[in-house]
């Protein structure tokens, strides 16, 4: 026993690992002030409707402008805001700014204009969560159904926590969507039972749907399920125009990718995509 403690005790004090270890500290030191110095920007991607080019909604997703560190993407930040409890102000200023944006677009005229914010896992438990969403469309007088909000399947979790917290949102009439579909588990048993508005058809399958035959039989049979159960399908990470033209002979109703955008700051959104 003795011994064992001895072993992981001179581990923890491996040189690379104290600097890990100060690595994390430090960025979680920075992520804590990361709100109040307004480092935190909301990019727009916009989402295509396949069949008539229209765009008339939005993905916000998070970047981190650190005045010491540089740009940092999400999935550099995300995990240690979940594991730190940090998510829950970062959440709670992405929806805050996401109906802000909303607000100021519908005061430039965009009435129909609808944005997808990403809640994760450590969020959607939050007790009050429901509440913060209800406050903030208030607040800005915005129509409940221009926020979507999109949860993995993951986050889903437990059923009995999950449908309330489904069922009040779709109360309120947010628009809610789930997010990399197909990658989870039981997703046909919780389509049955949860309010679902949205299917986002997860990129790994879109990525290879001209050369796999795997990968274009389960894209195809994603957009005819979420069809025939009333669903709108979103297809994320199309990067060729030979995708789009896949998705819109499946029936797809919109695309998301590089090939028409990437994640674009709110002046960029304006100029390109809201014109008169
Ligand atoms: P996600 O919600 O599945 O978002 C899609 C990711 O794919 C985004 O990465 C987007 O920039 C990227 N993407 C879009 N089009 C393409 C394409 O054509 N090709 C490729 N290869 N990638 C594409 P990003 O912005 O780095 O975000 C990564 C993940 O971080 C998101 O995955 C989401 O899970 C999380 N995230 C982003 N913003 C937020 C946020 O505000 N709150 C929370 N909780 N999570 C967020
Ligand atoms: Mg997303
Ligand atoms: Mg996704
Ligand atoms: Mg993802």
């Given at each position: 026993r003795v011994k064992d403690?001895?072993?992981?005790?001179?581990?923890?004090?491996?040189?690379?690992?104290?600097?890990?270890?100060?690595?994390?500290?430090?960025?979680?030191?920075?992520?804590?002030?990361?709100?109040?110095?307004?480092?935190?920007?909301?990019?727009?991607?916009?989402?295509?409707?396949?069949?008539?080019?229209?765009?008339?909604?939005?993905?916000?997703?998070?970047?981190?402008?650190?005045?010491?560190?540089?740009?940092?993407?999400?999935?550099?930040?995300?995990?240690l805001a979940e594991e730190t409890g940090l998510i829950i102000p970062i959440g709670n200023w992405v929806i805050e700014t996401a109906c802000k944006q909303i607000r100021n677009w519908n005061d430039k005229g965009y009435e129909d204009i609808r944005i997808a914010i990403n809640i994760s896992p450590k969020q959607f438990q939050q007790t009050n969560l429901v509440n913060k969403i209800k406050t903030m469309l208030e607040k800005f007088h915005i129509e409940p159904s221009s926020l979507e909000i999109e949860i993995t399947e993951g986050a889903m979790g437990d059923k009995q926590e999950t449908i309330p917290i489904l069922k009040s949102l779709k109360e309120i009439g947010v628009t809610i969507s789930v997010d990399d579909f197909g990658t989870g588990y039981s997703s046909l048993s919780y389509l049955k039972q949860f309010p679902i508005d949205v299917l986002k058809i997860d990129q790994s399958f879109v990525k290879d749907v001209l050369n796999n035959e795997k990968d274009a039989a389960i894209t195809t049979t994603i957009i005819h399920l979420g069809r025939s159960l009333g669903l709108e399908v979103i297809a994320e990470g199309v990067e060729k125009a030979e995708q789009a033209e896949f998705l819109l002979n499946a029936q797809c109703q919109k695309a998301q990718g590089y090939y028409f955008a990437r994640p674009l700051v709110v002046e960029e959104i304006e100029k390109r995509f809201l014109l008169k």
């Amino acid at each position: 026993r003795v011994k064992d403690r001895g072993k992981a005790h001179y581990q923890f004090y491996r040189p690379e690992m104290n600097s890990e270890i100060q690595n994390v500290v430090s960025l979680e030191m920075h992520l804590r002030k990361a709100i109040e110095k307004q480092e935190l920007i909301l990019l727009f991607q916009p989402q295509i409707e396949l069949s008539t080019v229209k765009v008339k909604s939005f993905e916000a997703l998070i970047r981190w402008n650190c005045s010491d560190l540089g740009m940092i993407s999400p999935s550099d930040f995300i995990p240690l805001a979940e594991e730190t409890g940090l998510i829950i102000p970062i959440g709670n200023w992405v929806i805050e700014t996401a109906c802000k944006q909303i607000r100021n677009w519908n005061d430039k005229g965009y009435e129909d204009i609808r944005i997808a914010i990403n809640i994760s896992p450590k969020q959607f438990q939050q007790t009050n969560l429901v509440n913060k969403i209800k406050t903030m469309l208030e607040k800005f007088h915005i129509e409940p159904s221009s926020l979507e909000i999109e949860i993995t399947e993951g986050a889903m979790g437990d059923k009995q926590e999950t449908i309330p917290i489904l069922k009040s949102l779709k109360e309120i009439g947010v628009t809610i969507s789930v997010d990399d579909f197909g990658t989870g588990y039981s997703s046909l048993s919780y389509l049955k039972q949860f309010p679902i508005d949205v299917l986002k058809i997860d990129q790994s399958f879109v990525k290879d749907v001209l050369n796999n035959e795997k990968d274009a039989a389960i894209t195809t049979t994603i957009i005819h399920l979420g069809r025939s159960l009333g669903l709108e399908v979103i297809a994320e990470g199309v990067e060729k125009a030979e995708q789009a033209e896949f998705l819109l002979n499946a029936q797809c109703q919109k695309a998301q990718g590089y090939y028409f955008a990437r994640p674009l700051v709110v002046e960029e959104i304006e100029k390109r995509f809201l014109l008169k």
